[in-house]
């Protein structure tokens, strides 16, 4: 049927793509989050990196006391670092994923389980948890996508 | 038609989507050219993290002293992982929002203030440009990212 | 043919995307390897940089020696973000380039170079070799990446 192929021809009209689309937007939008968080602590805790940074909130000698490490600035790095290690992976194994004909439960549950993953383990980062608060969501999110690795390779491989 | 059929099935083929993939490419090879400024630093400063770098610049203690850290190397380093940061989601969520359907000459509008940003984000970073001279293009490129990942929710929306 | 066009519409039963989708899932499980590899030194060296990291290790000031530096963490943290700047500009370059209707044989060859470099520039980077061991084939992946762009734009071109 016409409508058939022309849905199929139209990728997000599928409706794991769809999914994945979503998926994808909110763990990168989180990411982006990351920024901003990063942002407060370094404006709130006066500890910059840029001396044309640290101007805005001293002059001369007054400027130069701010250039310096904050613990919760360095954390929130560390997470936003985390996130790029582990994010740009899911985006792009899954986007191949999404691509290789899984049912849609089955996609549905590896995109809800990394997505939770992800912002647990950001909660686990930034309050901090104790360990394995924030190990454990990482493995999981490791997981998920190497799963999806396997998929992809099973249906893909052409090497 | 069939002439209509076969160029949809043809990403490339579609306006958007070439549109997506020059600015993509544009923006992801200025992020490449980090690197090689990056590079250019770190020889021209003689300033060295890995002992095997430095010891293509003196032998023995005298390559020892180039193991040091330098404001011009630094700077290009948060320069590239600045780019990480935000070009990354750019592509992702660009890639998305280039197959939601939006209006050629919106998603050029899109994608060419996103890369005009970016592009200015960098000489701002290098120069250094006094604030808000960094963290201006800074907004409007997040803004951008902000703005296409809203589109992608809106057509994709499936949880 | 409707066999032809179905082919076309299914990107996954494209003999150059699946080269692509093999390349990328392999490359990127190459990365993610690196987060292993860091916490494997990170634990053998007992070398933390999260306080509730080196709790795990032991109590009150016991732990805080171990809240430190070590080089060979710090190499194999460099090995991974060195894959960041380089193996992003690869997925996302690559996907348009494998859009853009490459003969198969070289398509084959660019994502053969580039990922039998980025194994190798691994390699270089944590035994380490002595240079040019890791510039080489740092540079090989690069100029891979740039033919592929110059595909693009050549093929996609609309500013």
Chains 1, 2, 3 share one sequence.
Do not use: C
């Not at 994808?24 to 044309?52: D, G, H, Q």
């Amino acid at each position: 049927r016409r409508g058939e192929m022309a849905k199929s021809t139209q990728l997000i009209d599928n409706e794991v793509f769809r999914a994945y689309a979503t998926y994808t937007a909110i763990v990168l939008l989180k990411m982006m989050l990351m920024s901003l968080i990063t942002a407060y602590y370094r404006i709130t805790r006066k500890a910059f990196v840029n001396p044309e940074d640290a101007a805005s909130f001293g002059k001369g000698e007054n400027a130069k006391k701010f250039l310096r490490t904050d613990p919760d600035v360095e954390r929130a790095r560390r997470g936003h670092l985390n996130d790029l290690e582990n994010i740009v992976p899911f985006v792009g194994i899954g986007l191949l994923y999404a691509l290789s004909g899984p049912e849609l439960s089955t996609a549905l549950l590896h995109f809800r389980i990394f997505t939770g993953a992800r912002i647990f383990h950001t909660f686990a980062y930034l309050l901090p948890l104790p360990q394995p608060g924030r190990g454990l969501p990482w493995a999981v999110g490791y997981s998920v996508t190497l799963s999806m690795a396997y998929k992809v390779l099973k249906t893909a491989w052409l090497l």
